[in-house]
Each structure stands twice: as C-alpha cells, then as structure tokens.
C-alpha cells in the first residue's frame, strides 16, 4: 500500500521549535522531490518548502527562510522539516506530497494525512 505518513506536529510556545517527518511506505521516496504544505483555518494551501530527489536544492517560502530547513534520510525513506521560532502564524495543517520542487507547477502526487502544528503562548 502506497502512504505517506506525517508525524511530528504538536502544540508549542512561540519561539519553540519541532521537527516534522514525512514517511513513506510502499514506494521509494528517494526518488521524487518532496514538498511541505500546510493550511490554516480560512486560508488557502501554501507551499512551505521543498527538496528535490537529489537532496541538492530546496526551496522557502519567504515567511519561513531562516527558519525552517528541509532535509531527506534515504535510507529512513523519510523527509524531516525542521522549525525553530515558530510563531502563531505557522499554526496549521501540514502536509507532506510528492511535488515538484521548486514549486514550479501545481503538481502533486501523493499526500499525507497531515499533522497539526500549533504555535500558541
């Protein structure tokens, strides 16, 4: 069974920091670029971050650069997006999908389920 499995996400203080995990199961993540989405409550979807298959380029959205890092385990078939200094406008939804990247067309394949993330005092 093809899945991607999102993990990761809990309730922190602004300032603090998670990482997020991107697992998947039934098919070799190593090779597609993977994307980072996330959607908050009366907001449209929004790419956050990508990596390409090579591991070689990502991409940022700008509210995140600085911030937020992507990175991919091959042999864990995982893709890890590390956040510090979250704020309270990071809190959504977030999705991990198999993409394009960077974020050139709206092309995805696979997604996860999601995992909230909640930045609050």
């Known amino acids: 069974q093809v899945r991607l499995v999102e993990s990761g996400g809990a309730l922190v203080q602004p300032g603090g920091s998670l990482r997020l995990s991107c697992t998947a199961s039934g098919f070799t993540l190593r090779t597609y670029s993977v994307g980072w989405f996330r959607q908050a409550p009366g907001k449209e979807r929004e790419g956050v971050s990508c990596?390409?298959?090579?591991?070689?380029?990502?991409y940022y959205v700008d509210s995140v650069q600085g911030r937020f890092t992507i990175s991919r385990d091959d042999a864990e078939n995982t893709v890890y997006l590390i956040m510090n200094n979250l704020q309270p406008e990071d809190t959504a939804v977030y999705y991990c999908?198999?993409?394009?990247?960077?974020?050139?067309?709206?092309?995805?394949?696979?997604w996860g389920q999601g995992t909230q993330v909640t930045v609050s005092p």
């Open positions: 990596v390409n298959s090579s591991g070689g380029f990502s």
């Open positions: 999908a198999t993409s394009v990247c960077p974020f050139y067309s709206d092309y995805t394949g696979f």
